[in-house]
């Protein structure tokens, strides 16, 4: 860490001694302008709230002087220019060209690949229509019912959570299902309820080795086969892979194989071809908006000032919480049941990239990294884990997701919903006194014993922050808004902490003891005297059980 970079986290941290004893609702009273000077609004459909955490003016511009130590800009400048910053892998990070809609010139490294970039979406989307009218059939002439992608991780998370948020954009396209997981009741469940005849399987794989992947998809294979012969394979299976060799031994039909680049990482390849399952759902245009969405984040994240940059804010919020007020995790609530799976979504795009413990240059980071990121939608959340952030010891701020409209949904349902997700935020901030408590019970009727015995439970210590993300509907141009600010914020915290987000060497060590481990559990007779004391006996356990 340089000198100039060790005084901006030392004045961050006197400048916190400073607010102690500040609560956040004084600050609101103190400066009537604080709402709009601590929220950014996106043209006129998108707000986002910050003035509930506890900070001030120079809190900001002690982060920036922080930002400006460690080279924000430049990091950013090099992110855009498609330079080579995953350095460990030696590759650009540059999923922002697959959503480049400008029609300018896109470089990564000495190359401009809009015209790849383009045709390939052009080839994604001109099959999209083809299986939603019913002109791309199966092997027994029947239009597709059900689509069913079968990746994992980033193969997987981005279109099963998306297409569950735009789910209204549906019309008349085929249902979409998602299996992931190398456990066969994934699989079973999943196809239990299909008509074979009508179902189109994508295979989703970036490298299309990958043990969960190729499981699924052989298995499926076998299935399309058993029920509809060899020949149904080609009519049967769609590919998206950055290793089109592998997949055309697969079978698959080579005008039905889509392509991506190793510039696109896998948890942020929602944007590519892996985007197939969610094009088919919502079709070409809704698609093409969900792009727009994060095209706009993507031109204010390099243009925006400091103060009102959404993802530089959202990373720095984060870098206070995280290494100024040393809270370990961070929560994302969407008061909005189509986000569901926007949590599981975000966990993986956060905790992979900034779950790092060594800097760029391979020393050991001396601030810590990745929170661990977490959440369900509202208001189930709030009957469940809410309790532990309302008054558990540890202080966990809260992103709050929230639509002014509803989406295709009942208005008094949205109006309660609406009024829970405030309701909670504001809760949060204010808690509650000892001498609060004590007049609610005293109201109550109750005698001064009790109340000494139970005001001390009823007590919220409050000054707990949140963000509030409000935005008009959820549409496809929102939720790429969504994805895009995450992401740049994770790329933010990443700069900060001068790691690199974009390779995953804790996955692909799962990926490698996986393929040592199953031929010894699938193989009764090997021998496990290689093997650790505990994961011998355990084999030796289950071999008992299956005998
Ligand atoms: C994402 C990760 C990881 C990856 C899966 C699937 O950034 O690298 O989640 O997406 O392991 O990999 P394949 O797409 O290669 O099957």
Redesign the pocket.
């Known amino acids: 860490m340089t000198d100039v970079v060790a005084a901006a986290f030392a004045a961050l941290r006197a400048h916190a001694q400073s607010l102690v004893g500040r609560r956040t609702l004084d600050l609101f009273a103190q400066d009537p302008n604080r709402f709009a000077e601590f929220s950014v609004a996106l043209d006129d459909d998108f707000l986002f709230d910050f003035s509930k955490h506890k900070l001030t003016g120079e809190t900001l511009s002690l982060l920036r002087r922080l930002a400006e130590a460690r080279g924000l800009e430049a990091r950013r400048d090099a992110l855009f220019a498609g330079d080579a910053i995953n350095i460990t892998e030696n590759r650009a990070a540059m999923h922002m060209a697959l959503r480049d809609l400008s029609g300018r010139p896109i470089r990564v490294g000495q190359e401009n690949v809009r015209q790849m970039v383009e045709t390939e979406r052009e080839k994604v989307y001109r099959f999209a229509r083809a299986v939603r009218d019913g002109e791309a059939r199966g092997a027994t002439g029947h239009s597709f019912t059900d689509v069913v992608n079968i ?5 997987d998370l981005g279109p099963a959570m998306a297409t569950r948020a735009l789910s209204p954009y549906r019309g008349e396209g085929p249902q979409a299902h998602f299996v992931s997981n190398v456990d066969g009741a994934d699989l079973a469940d999943t196809l239990a309820a299909l008509d074979l005849a009508r179902t189109l399987f994508i295979v ?7 043990q969960e ?1 190729m499981a699924n998809a052989a298995s499926a294979r076998a299935r399309i086969v058993a029920a509809l012969g060899e020949r149904a394979v080609e009519k049967h299976f769609a590919a998206v892979s950055t290793r089109l060799d592998k997949v055309v031994e697969f079978g698959v039909d080579p005008s039905r194989v889509f392509g991506f680049w190793d510039w696109v ?5 929602l944007w590519s071809s892996i985007g197939l399952a969610l094009a088919i759902f919502i079709g070409p245009d809704h698609f093409t908006a969900f792009l727009q969405g994060g095209q706009d984040i993507d031109e204010h994240f390099r243009d925006a000032p400091f103060a009102k940059n959404i993802p530089i804010l959202m990373g720095m919020l984060g870098v206070w919480h995280r290494n100024i007020k040393a809270r370990g995790a961070h929560a994302v609530i969407p008061y909005d049941q189509r986000l569901s799976r926007f949590p599981a979504y975000l966990q ?1 795009l956060d905790m ?1 990239s900034n779950g790092k413990a060594v800097t760029r240059s391979g020393a050991q980071v001396d601030e810590a990294t990745g929170p661990v990121i977490f959440g369900e939608p509202g208001t189930n959340g709030q009957h469940a884990f809410f309790q532990l952030l309302h008054q558990g010891v540890d202080v966990i701020p809260i992103d709050f997701l929230v639509a002014a409209q509803p989406t295709a949904a009942d208005a008094h349902h949205h109006a309660l919903l609406f009024s829970n997700c405030l309701a909670q935020s504001e809760a949060f901030m204010r808690g509650r006194t000892l001498a609060e408590a004590q007049a609610q019970l005293r109201a109550a009727g109750m005698n001064e014993e009790e109340i000494d015995e139970l005001a001390p439970h009823k007590v919220f210590s409050g000054d707990r922050p949140s963000s509030v993300f409000l935005y008009k509907s959820l549409d496809p141009r929102t939720l790429g808004r969504l994805v895009a600010l995450y992401e740049h914020k994770v790329f933010v915290q990443a700069a900060i902490w001068d790691i690199n987000p974009f390779d ?1 060497w804790g ?1 692909e060590l799962g ?1 490698e003891l996986a393929n040592r481990l199953s031929p010894i559990v699938a193989d009764a007779q090997s021998s496990t005297a290689e093997l650790d004391g505990s994961t011998a006996g355990l084999i030796a356990w289950r071999r008992a059980q299956i005998a």
């Open positions: 990746g994992i991780g980033g193969s989703s794989s970036k490298t299309f080795t990958t992947t990482g896998g948890r942020y390849s993986q992979e995953q996955v990926k």
